[in-house]
């Protein structure tokens, strides 16, 4: 039984943490991810939750302390943005090596500069290698959805990794909608308690975590890590095959829309897909065949069952809502690309950098862009690869 | 019960034999005098920082460590220890775990009065009930003898060496056991090796055994940076004590005392002559660095006792 509310994301992903009471949270505030820890705060003084909250020095403390309690034998959260997972940066690849499957929300936002607060993705791509599972939602009732599968997919045995559950910052963690909770029970049920086989507290046997990793062993243990990020793609799929029988809700690795006969598609994340539907909606009632696929699971990258998914496109434009630096591309498009490279009849496929420090993205703008998806089709003439979108031209405007 | 050292070294090792710290070294001593201060009944977990204890103690696939041992990053290990931390204390709420655990804490200078300071004033702030033992042998020894805050004046590491323009470090060090007091602590204490241990193990079970953030800082003399013999090291920490350079003293909810008064208080230049990091104050020319060194020692000496009264 659901129950219908109207909430934030913000609010939506901590009222998942206090359905499921996790036993540690070690908060530091950033906007605009703060109002999770507020909102947990509150569940503690009102006895809602018997979660030991400790109010840390700072973001990087904040993940060291959830490694010390994960390791310890607990379920360890946090959450934050930007500058405050860039700040974390070396001790996700401490949390993730040491396989502690800590559930880290991020309220994706800008870094700097310049300092900026509102939404785009280059807190979290820049962390795409860190050893994260990375799950991004497109709006508060996926914000919830994925968090409430985030703990199980981590601590599935043969995967054991930290898991980011990011959601757009402002656009979803500040907006209010219409959602779907599920009962306390019901949440922790589907859930679980948590039991570590190997831990520090364990009194009858002793762990030691962390060692110093010479030559002949360090890359044995990166080939293991490797393989528990492979094995994730199975662990998620199977937790949301789980989750749709418990709860109705239907998640896969990305989800495609009206992509059956798709000849050119957006591959795009997050809130932004809300909008580019609305523009495919339009697009095929002119008899456009047109569709998008919206990427759910960044890390481990679904990158078979993307190829499989646009092999019958004859283009495709990735949108990428962070700036990579590379010069050719952001990097959804490499990803994607790379994905694609093996097909033996590839869709053309250009990148286009946009929404950047929450630059509005709207339903003209993803017109636009299948009309160039059009014209390639068209012509066969790609033209250039890599642009941006959205930005004035301020020498323009200085004349 | 009295302090009785064969008793104390019959216990079983729980720092193993084997690690590949140097000889001569500081750091085992500090390990294996720290967890003699456990009780035999307790167990406990270790929150190392990154250091040569580190990667000598814990190198895949062995580890000299008997008890819980994790070691996360260079900054974080009061961060780390905190969540630990946290996690008995929800897990004995939740009955969860069994028997009585210690959590320890334990970095060189670099790991504690510079790149982990942060986060040992937050640990010490929120209160967690945890004991920081400082092995503190005055550079950051792991990278090769650089400077650090706990370097002392007129040292020389290897990012301020004597030369022809240089006497070596140019500054004083952090008093860094004043600044974890300024906390308010319930107890810090400053040891080292000395006679038959009782100093550290009195320090250390008091300070394992008070409830709340505890500190330890240990002098821990380093062969390879201090430049030394092996078998010099009980000579060097007598003559730091003796010289007034390392007092030995406890605080115990803010209240002062001195643990050890020597009988002749020694001048500094016996101390740093017996280490080539002090050679070149001991040239003529450079007389004045040891007339220095020994009035500051003296301020401080002063200071501190004026404390303790």
């Known amino acids: 039984m659901s129950i219908r509310d109207r909430l934030s994301g913000n609010e939506a992903i901590a009222t998942a943490m206090r359905q499921i009471n996790p036993d540690v949270f070690a908060m530091f505030p950033i906007t605009p991810s703060t109002e999770i820890p507020q909102y947990f705060a509150q569940y503690v003084a009102d006895g809602k939750v018997d979660t030991e909250f400790i109010c840390v020095e700072s973001e990087h403390s904040s993940l060291s302390a959830c490694i010390g309690a994960e390791a310890a034998g607990c379920r360890a959260i946090t959450a934050t943005s930007s500058a405050g997972l860039s700040f974390m940066n070396e001790v996700l690849y401490v949390a993730a090596s040491s396989r502690l499957p800590i559930v880290l929300a991020v309220a994706c936002r800008a870094l700097t500069g310049p300092i900026n607060i509102n939404h785009d993705y280059s807190d979290s791509m820049a962390e795409?290698?860190?050893?994260?599972?990375?799950?991004?939602?497109?709006?508060?009732?996926?914000?919830?959805?994925?968090?409430?599968?985030?703990?199980?997919?981590?601590?599935?045995?043969?995967?054991?990794?930290?898991?980011?559950?990011?959601?757009?910052?402002?656009?979803?963690?500040?907006?209010l909608e219409n959602i779907e909770l599920e009962r306390d029970e019901d949440v922790r049920a589907f859930v679980g308690e948590y039991h570590p086989e190997h831990y520090l507290l364990k009194s009858e046997n002793p762990l030691a975590v962390g060692p110093y990793g010479t030559s002949p062993y360090y890359m044995e243990a990166r080939v293991a890590q490797a393989e528990a990020m492979k094995n994730a793609k199975r662990a998620i799929l199977e937790v949301a095959a789980d989750f749709e029988r418990t709860f109705g809700r239907k998640y896969g690795l990305f989800e495609e829309y009206r992509?059956?006969?798709?000849?050119?598609?957006?591959?795009?994340?997050?809130?932004?897909?809300?909008?580019?539907?609305?523009?495919?909606?339009?697009?095929?009632?002119?008899?456009?065949?047109?569709?998008?696929?919206?990427?759910?699971?960044?890390?481990?990258?679904?990158?078979?069952?993307?190829?499989?998914?646009?092999?019958?496109?004859?283009?495709?434009?990735?949108?990428?809502?962070?700036?990579?630096?590379?010069?050719?591309?952001?990097?959804?498009?490499?990803?994607?690309?790379?994905?694609?490279?093996?097909?033996?009849?590839?869709?053309?496929?250009?990148?286009?950098?946009?929404?950047?420090g929450g630059r509005d993205f709207t339903v003209d703008q993803a017109k636009r862009v299948f009309a160039r998806l059009g014209r390639i089709v068209e012509t066969g003439e790609i033209g250039p690869v890599y642009t941006h979108m959205g930005q004035r031209d301020l020498r323009e405007e200085a004349q | 019960m009295a302090y009785n050292l064969k008793q104390e070294m019959s216990k079983p090792e729980r720092f193993a034999p084997g690690h590949r710290l140097c000889a001569g070294c500081g750091a085992g001593i500090t390990c294996r005098a720290m967890m003699r201060a456990v009780e035999p009944g307790d167990k406990a977990v270790i929150c190392n920082a990154t250091s040569c204890l580190e990667v000598s103690s814990f190198q895949y696939p062995y580890t000299a460590w008997e008890d819980s041992y994790i070691h996360a990053a260079f900054e974080n290990t009061s961060a780390v220890a905190a969540g630990v931390e946290s996690a008995l204390r929800v897990m004995q709420r939740r009955g969860k775990v069994q028997g009585n655990f210690?959590?320890?804490?334990?970095?060189?200078?670099?790991?504690?009065?510079?790149?982990?300071?942060?986060?040992?004033?937050?640990?010490?702030?929120?209160?967690?009930?945890?004991?920081?033992?400082?092995?503190?042998?005055?550079?950051?020894?792991?990278?090769?003898?650089?400077?650090?805050?706990?370097?002392?004046?007129?040292?020389s590491a290897t990012t301020t060496p004597a030369g022809v323009e240089s006497v070596g470090k140019k500054q004083n060090q952090k008093d860094l056991t004043q600044i974890?007091?300024?906390?308010?602590?319930?107890?810090?204490?400053?040891?080292t090796f000395l006679g038959n241990f009782k100093d550290f193990h009195t320090k250390a079970h008091k300070a394992i055994y008070t409830?709340?953030?505890?500190?330890?800082?240990?002098?821990?003399?380093?062969?390879?940076?201090?430049?030394?013999d092996a078998e010099l090291l009980p000579e060097i920490c007598r003559l730091?004590?003796?010289?007034?350079?390392?007092?030995?003293?406890?605080?115990?909810?803010?209240?002062?005392?001195?643990?050890?008064?020597?009988?002749?208080?020694?001048?500094?230049e016996e101390f740093m002559r017996l280490q080539g990091r002090f050679r070149h104050c001991f040239k003529p020319g450079n007389e004045w660095t040891i007339e220095a060194a020994q009035q500051y020692v003296d301020q401080k000496w002063e200071e501190l006792l004026a404390k303790c009264k």
Request: some cysteine; glycine content about 8%; aromatic content about 10%.
């Open chain 2, 102 to 155: 210690k959590i320890l804490a334990i970095g060189g200078d670099g790991g504690t009065y510079d790149i982990g300071f942060q986060s040992l004033s937050g640990a010490l702030e929120r209160g967690h009930d945890f004991t920081y033992f400082c092995y503190d042998n005055e550079a950051y020894m792991n990278t090769g003898t650089q400077r650090s805050s706990a370097t002392p004046r007129f040292a």
């Open chain 1, 259 to 356: 992509m059956e006969d798709a000849e050119i598609a957006l591959v795009l994340m997050g809130s932004s897909a809300g909008t580019a539907k609305a523009a495919v909606d339009e697009l095929r009632e002119q008899g456009v065949q047109a569709g998008l696929i919206k990427i759910r699971v960044f890390r481990p990258f679904p990158a078979e069952e993307l190829a499989e998914a646009l092999k019958h496109c004859k283009a495709v434009a990735v949108l990428d809502k962070s700036e990579g630096f590379s010069a050719c591309g952001g990097p959804l498009f490499a990803e994607t690309a790379a994905a694609c490279i093996n097909l033996d009849r590839r869709p053309k496929m250009v990148d286009i950098v946009y929404g950047l």
């Open chain 1, 128 to 175: 795409r290698d860190s050893g994260f599972i990375q799950i991004y939602a497109e709006n508060n009732q996926e914000a919830y959805d994925n968090y409430l599968q985030a703990h199980r997919i981590g601590e599935t045995p043969d995967v054991r990794l930290p898991v980011m559950i990011c959601e757009d910052g402002f656009i979803t963690s500040h907006a």
């Open chain 2, 211 to 228: 409830e709340g953030p505890t500190f330890v800082i240990v002098l821990c003399p380093c062969p390879r940076g201090w430049q030394y």
């Open chain 2, 240 to 268: 730091a004590v003796d010289t007034c350079i390392w007092p030995l003293y406890e605080v115990e909810n803010g209240e002062y005392h001195l643990t050890y008064m020597p009988k002749k208080k020694l001048p500094v």
């Open chain 2, 180 to 191: 974890v007091v300024a906390h308010g602590s319930p107890y810090v204490a400053q040891t």
